[in-house]
């Protein structure tokens, strides 16, 4: 029986894809090893939403062809679509396969197997229509699946490369996506995570369908107790989607709704679409569809011509905010963004004093949006056993995203608790049992 190895970089979506890929070769009679065992085959799928993406990328794959030399080694994700050239120059690189090939790949391995000699298989992306349909039937975690909706991206910010190595906007579609989703909550998967590269553009290429929509049907599938929407831009809020959440009984009190800075100068500079103003009033009417929702967002710190005057109204328009949690992130020049080409870089050191700055606040913030829920019930999903001074703790996400610990044991794994916040943390609140863990 041949085996196969995957590494992932980069993002949540890579990781449904990899997940998905392992599903054809596993379909094709391949077991999956550790990457740092010898296989057969070696998959890497790459980042490149930095250079440092790049380089990371580039090292896992020097591994892979150090570690079996006489293996296929595959190279897929978004540094292969935007350089395979440079890839397929590093010895021992046999198939580079692009974003939109994926489902071919064990063929493609078959041939190179046969042949032996490089191929790349990647072609322009920007001119893909279709959705690239690869189910992942089943997780590792047993508790939460992610489910991917739409590839690609219509917004071309000015510090962002992406659109060029994911392509357009794509979506799944509707039936497709619904019935996937029936097929994970039927294998008792409690909460789908709706995933995407732009997963607010849901819709954008379905001439009227849009994530409302979705989220309207999935409200109706049986044995679907959470649906997580990974990530959506403020501009995509509309009056019809919030109607959607307000009416929503499995919607979660979570949104992450990336900010990146919060100056409209620095907004306009990225292309971001919308002014602080335009963005606090969809956060206001969030707020009002789902009360108490965790908002979480993503800043980028140092974007050039970010002035310190313009950094402090960022630190008070996110104070003012109220997020539950930040990404935080130094701005880093990406060859092939109009933004590399700005001449008003801001210098390292204040990018990095800049950065703790926000993480400081990061914290503030996520602390005390965790001291909300003291004494309160949460519902909580048990996903994971861990010690905690040498006692076994049940660790879970409420659907408003706090990760909550209390005792317990394996037997709870995959049910739902009701639990009391204790101790409010940032990072792992602590809490204890109220109601009998059932099973859904």
Same mark, same amino acid.
């Given at each position: 029986?041949?085996?196969?190895?995957?590494?992932?970089?980069?993002?949540?979506?890579?990781?449904?894809?990899?997940?998905?890929?392992?599903?054809?070769?596993?379909?094709?009679?391949?077991?999956?090893?550790?990457?740092?065992?010898?296989?057969?085959?070696?998959?890497?799928?790459?980042?490149?939403?930095? %250079?440092?993406?790049?380089?990371?990328?580039?090292?896992?794959?020097?591994?892979?062809?150090?570690?079996?030399?006489?293996?296929?080694?595959?190279?897929?994700?978004?540094?292969?679509?935007?350089?395979?050239?440079?890839?397929?120059?590093?010895?021992?690189?046999?198939?580079?396969?692009?974003?939109?090939?994926?489902?071919?790949?064990?063929?493609?391995?078959?041939?190179?197997?046969?042949?032996?000699?490089?191929?790349?298989?990647?072609?322009?992306?920007?001119?893909?229509?279709?959705?690239?349909?690869?189910?992942?039937?089943?997780?590792?975690?047993?508790?939460?699946?992610?489910?991917?909706?739409?590839?690609?991206?219509?917004?071309?910010?000015?510090?962002?490369?992406?659109?060029?190595?994911?392509?357009?906007?794509?979506?799944?579609?509707?039936?497709?996506?619904?019935?996937?989703?029936?097929?994970?909550?039927?294998?008792?998967?409690?909460?789908?995570?709706?995933?995407?590269?732009?997963?607010?553009?849901?819709?954008?290429?379905?001439?009227?369908?849009?994530? #409302?929509?979705?989220?309207?049907?999935?409200?109706?599938?049986?044995?679907?107790?959470?649906?997580?929407?990974?990530?959506?831009?403020?501009?995509?809020?509309?009056?019809?989607?919030?109607?959607?959440?307000?009416?929503?009984?499995?919607?979660?009190?979570?949104?992450?709704?990336?900010?990146?800075?919060?100056?409209?100068?620095?907004?306009?500079?990225?292309?971001?679409?919308?002014?602080?103003?335009?963005?606090?009033?969809?956060?206001?009417?969030?707020?009002?569809?789902?009360?108490?929702?965790?908002?979480?967002?993503?800043?980028?710190?140092?974007?050039?011509?970010?002035?310190?005057?313009?950094?402090?109204?960022?630190?008070?328009?996110?104070?003012?905010?109220?997020? #539950?949690?930040?990404?935080?992130?130094?701005?880093?020049?990406?060859?092939?963004?109009?933004?590399?080409?700005?001449?008003?870089?801001?210098?390292?050191?204040?990018? %990095?004093?800049?950065?703790?700055?926000?993480?400081?606040? #990061?914290?503030?913030?996520?602390?005390?949006?965790?001291?909300?829920?003291?004494?309160?019930?949460?519902?909580?999903?048990?996903?994971?056993?861990?010690?905690?001074?040498?006692?076994?703790?049940?660790?879970?996400?409420?659907?408003?995203?706090?990760?909550?610990?209390?005792?317990?044991?394996?037997?709870?794994?995959?049910?739902?608790?009701?639990?009391?916040?204790?101790?409010?943390?940032?990072?792992?609140?602590?809490?204890?049992?109220?109601?009998?863990?059932?099973?859904?």
């Amino acid at each position: 029986m041949r085996t196969v190895a995957f590494h992932t970089l980069g993002c949540k979506v890579n990781q449904y894809d990899t997940e998905a890929i392992w599903q054809l070769f596993q379909a094709n009679g391949y077991t999956q090893v550790d990457f740092e065992a010898q296989a057969d085959v070696y998959v890497i799928n790459t980042c490149t939403v930095t %250079h440092e993406g790049d380089r990371k990328s580039r090292q896992m794959i020097r591994r892979a062809t150090r570690n079996n030399p006489e293996s296929v080694v595959v190279v897929t994700g978004c540094y292969a679509q935007m350089a395979p050239g440079e890839i397929l120059s590093i010895t021992g690189v046999d198939l580079v396969v692009g974003n939109q090939y994926r489902a071919q790949m064990v063929d493609m391995v078959e041939k190179v197997r046969l042949e032996r000699v490089p191929y790349n298989a990647v072609s322009n992306i920007l001119t893909q229509k279709e959705f690239e349909d690869l189910d992942v039937p089943v997780f590792m975690d047993r508790t939460r699946a992610s489910l991917k909706i739409e590839d690609g991206c219509n917004h071309f910010c000015t510090f962002c490369i992406i659109p060029y190595a994911r392509g357009l906007v794509r979506s799944r579609k509707p039936e497709s996506v619904l019935f996937q989703a029936r097929r994970l909550a039927d294998a008792l998967y409690q909460e789908i995570v709706l995933t995407g590269i732009h997963t607010g553009g849901y819709g954008e290429d379905l001439g009227g369908y849009t994530l #409302a929509n979705l989220l309207r049907d999935m409200e109706n599938i049986d044995n679907l107790l959470r649906i997580r929407i990974s990530s959506i831009e403020a501009s995509e809020i509309s009056d019809d989607l919030l109607l959607a959440l307000a009416n929503s009984k499995k919607v979660c009190r979570h949104l992450h709704i990336p900010l990146q800075a919060g100056h409209s100068e620095v907004l306009r500079r990225m292309n971001r679409h919308y002014t602080i103003e335009e963005y606090a009033e969809k956060v206001r009417k969030v707020r009002l569809a789902l009360p108490e929702v965790a908002i979480t967002s993503d800043i980028i710190v140092g974007f050039p011509g970010e002035t310190d005057e313009f950094f402090e109204t960022t630190v008070q328009f996110v104070r003012e905010q109220q997020f #539950a949690d930040l990404h935080v992130f130094p701005y880093s020049i990406r060859k092939g963004t109009p933004a590399a080409k700005f001449t008003d870089q801001v210098p390292e050191d204040v990018k %990095h004093e800049r950065v703790a700055r926000m993480i400081a606040l #990061a914290d503030e913030l996520s602390l005390a949006y965790a001291k909300k829920w003291t004494d309160r019930p949460l519902a909580v999903i048990a996903e994971e056993i861990i010690e905690i001074d040498h006692v076994p703790h049940v660790v879970g996400h409420a659907d408003n995203y706090l990760k909550v610990a209390f005792t317990g044991d394996e037997t709870m794994l995959g049910q739902v608790c009701t639990v009391q916040i204790t101790q409010p943390d940032k990072e792992l609140c602590l809490g204890t049992m109220q109601k009998t863990a059932y099973a859904m």
